[in-house]
């Protein structure tokens, strides 16, 4: 069908007709390309490069990015970056290539030290209208314009500074410039990341000790708080001996005695503070350094979450419930008690890092709790019971309840504390709405499961899920200090023992909390579910009796989150074997000697020779319950 259409024979490419013109190879170069017109007398590009070549070159590449990487230098840069030890497994199984790029940033970093503060290498035309000091300043850095730059001829200094005088006009039609003897920077304005570079942390100090909280850029201490959390402990040990955490808790101290903060600045500069604070606690000389002025700033914090100018930003709150939390690694189960031992907190001695490395002892290293406190429970418990302020519409005169009503008063020590739970449950009731959830039994909850890394959904990212982020976090700090008293190993008679504890948390009005929050999403909030299994499992270990309004709560977690269990292994069955010596006799097994496999007993009876049916009976009488017998009652009127 297709023979009339198609030719029968391939036509040669001179009988086509060129629509367009051909190039000419004299303008042009040759690009590669398919539709490129070459004479076909002339030889093929020189220059071009077969692919075997290409192979060879990315071979090599490949070769020299898996190279194998001295396990000593990867070793080195951890211990300069403070790498904790449970990490560094995990460090180590990375791939070649990755901790060859560790090595090259950390030299990139060691070549990058604080230049000395020069005058901007600039054309001997060009003068900058602005100074480098007023650009680092300034709270957002814009984009450069011909107005910025002042196009007269430069100044030129005399030979001892003496004096000042202008230089010539430079003819550039006339006059041939060498580029070797004269270097002509590009008129390009530094970058930030190389402003911040050359920030020192004494720059930091000073500007943090000569404004105001209310009048301090932001973006100033966001890159303070970056510094402090991705540089190395040497920057941060500057820092610290320059009076940088001084400087933190001055313009800390500042903002929160602020009695109306505005909410665009100064919320947003208390948040920034606080993630200054928790950023030092990412290295041991920041540890130490918080360390020395416990318990501030954390009782300030309890005392701002207490009263009614607390942020109405629930992350703010979070941030403060974190570092409140973070209490546990900074003073650890194996710290020293403060009373009855020869070490202090007073400031009469040099802190570690003040300290030079030949003058740090091993005594260094331990951690001693401040005075006067004995365990980590009760520095905690102090925090927690710090009174709460008065209202900014509370009266004059405090008042007073009667005596007898003073007597009949139930103590209820942390009802201050989880008011702001119960606050949460209240200003986000609607997310409550599962009625039929239980409260998960721990024993059969698989806790990986729950706490494995998850994708980001649908309800990550609101205002619920950013409370309900925030109860969690209070369950995880509850959680820790139920831990910690655990771990005392108390008499229940003890004010700081475990079972003290749960009774005054229950006594205080978190059994109505735990019955609310449970009725949270599953799905959304595995988590919050899992703290309070926690919570109720260490209740239940303390020795305190659950409520029976929790008690019948207690249920299994859905599907996903339950256990594995194994099923059940089959009984092997025995095998006979042959007996090798002669053995007592016993009685014969059934089949042998005459006896039948499956010997059939009268109707009516079984192997022992007594009726089935009596004991039958007997079976069901010492199974089923004695229940009373019913009487008969005769009515008085017929």
Not at 184 to 202: G, M, R, S, Y
Not at 287 to 302: G, H, I, M, Q, T
Not at 416 to 442: G, K
Not at 515 to 535: D, V
Request: with cysteine; net charge positive; hydrophobic share 35%.
């Amino acid at each position: 069908m297709f023979k009339s259409i198609l030719p029968s024979r391939r036509i040669a490419s001179t009988d086509f007709q060129m629509l367009t013109s051909p190039i000419d190879p004299s303008e042009t170069e040759h690009n590669g390309k398919e539709n490129y017109f070459a004479d076909s007398n002339t030889a093929y590009d020189s220059n071009a490069k077969p692919k075997t070549e290409k192979r060879k070159k990315m071979k090599g590449k490949l070769q020299a990015e898996q190279e194998v990487i001295p396990t000593e230098d990867f070793d080195r840069l951890l211990d300069e970056l403070q790498i904790p030890s449970t990490l560094r497994p995990k460090l180590a199984t990375m791939d070649p290539t990755v901790k060859a790029a560790f090595l090259k940033s950390s030299h990139v970093l060691a070549q990058m030290k604080p230049a000395p503060v020069t005058a901007p290498l600039t054309p001997r035309t060009l003068r900058r209208v602005h100074s480098s000091e007023s650009v680092l300043s300034s709270p957002r850095p814009q984009k450069p314009t011909l107005e910025e730059y002042d196009l007269t001829e430069g100044p030129r200094m005399p030979p001892f500074g003496t004096g000042h005088s202008r230089g010539k006009s430079l003819d550039v039609r006339r006059q041939a410039i060498d580029p070797q003897s004269a270097q002509i920077a590009p008129l390009k304005v530094i970058k930030d990341k190389k402003k911040q570079a050359t920030i020192t942390p004494e720059k930091y100090v000073k500007i943090l000790l000569g404004q105001s909280s209310t009048a301090m850029d932001i973006e100033t201490v966001k890159k303070l708080r970056l510094m402090l959390r991705n540089e190395s402990a040497s920057w941060t040990e500057a820092f610290l001996q320059h009076g940088g955490y001084d400087a933190i808790l001055t313009r800390l101290n500042e903002i929160l005695e602020v009695e109306w903060r505005e909410e665009q600045h100064d919320d947003q500069m208390l948040y920034e503070l606080l993630r200054c604070v928790k950023a030092l606690s990412t290295s041991a000389v920041g540890c130490n350094a918080l360390r020395s002025y416990c318990p501030a700033p954390f009782d300030k914090l309890v005392s701002l979450l207490y009263s009614d100018k607390k942020p109405g930003d629930v992350p703010t709150r979070q941030l403060m419930v974190e570092l409140l939390l973070g209490l546990f690694e900074l003073y650890p189960l194996s710290a020293l008690p403060s009373t009855g031992s020869s070490y202090s907190h007073s400031r009469s001695h040099s802190v570690p890092w003040e300290r030079s490395s030949s003058n740090v002892t091993s005594t260094s290293n331990l951690v001693v709790l401040p005075r006067p406190h004995a365990t980590l429970f009760s520095l905690i418990k102090s925090l927690l019971l710090t009174p709460a302020p008065p209202p900014s519409e509370a009266p004059g005169t405090p008042l007073e309840p009667h005596a007898f009503i003073e007597d009949l008063h139930r103590p209820r020590i942390y009802k201050i504390y989880l008011q702001e739970m119960s606050d949460i449950c209240r200003d986000y009731f609607w997310v409550f709405c599962h009625p039929s959830n239980t409260i998960w039994d721990l024993s059969e909850t698989d806790e990986a499961k729950v706490e494995k890394p998850r994708a980001p959904g649908g309800m990550t990212g609101g205002v619920e899920f950013e409370a309900m982020c925030y109860m969690t976090m209070h369950f995880k700090f509850i959680n820790a200090i139920a831990s910690c008293t655990q771990a005392l190993n108390l008499n229940k008679e003890h004010e700081h023992s475990a079972f003290r504890f749960h009774q005054d948390m229950l006594a205080s009005g978190i059994e109505r909390i735990l019955a609310i929050a449970r009725k949270a999403s599953t799905t959304y909030y595995p988590t919050l579910h899992l703290e309070i299994a926690r919570y109720v499992s260490a209740a239940g270990l303390s020795g305190v009796d659950i409520p029976w309004s929790l008690s019948r709560m207690i249920g299994q977690p859905p599907t996903a989150m339950r256990k594995q269990l194994l099923p059940p292994s089959r009984p092997k069955t025995p095998t006979r074997s042959a007996p090798t010596t002669p053995t007592r006799r016993s009685a014969p097994a059934p089949g042998f000697a005459g006896y039948p496999a499956n010997p059939v007993y009268p109707t009516g009876y079984s192997a022992t020779g007594r009726p089935s049916g009596e004991r039958t009976r007997e079976r069901e009488t010492e199974r089923a319950p004695v229940l009373p017998q019913s009487r008969k009652v005769t009515p008085m009127f017929n």
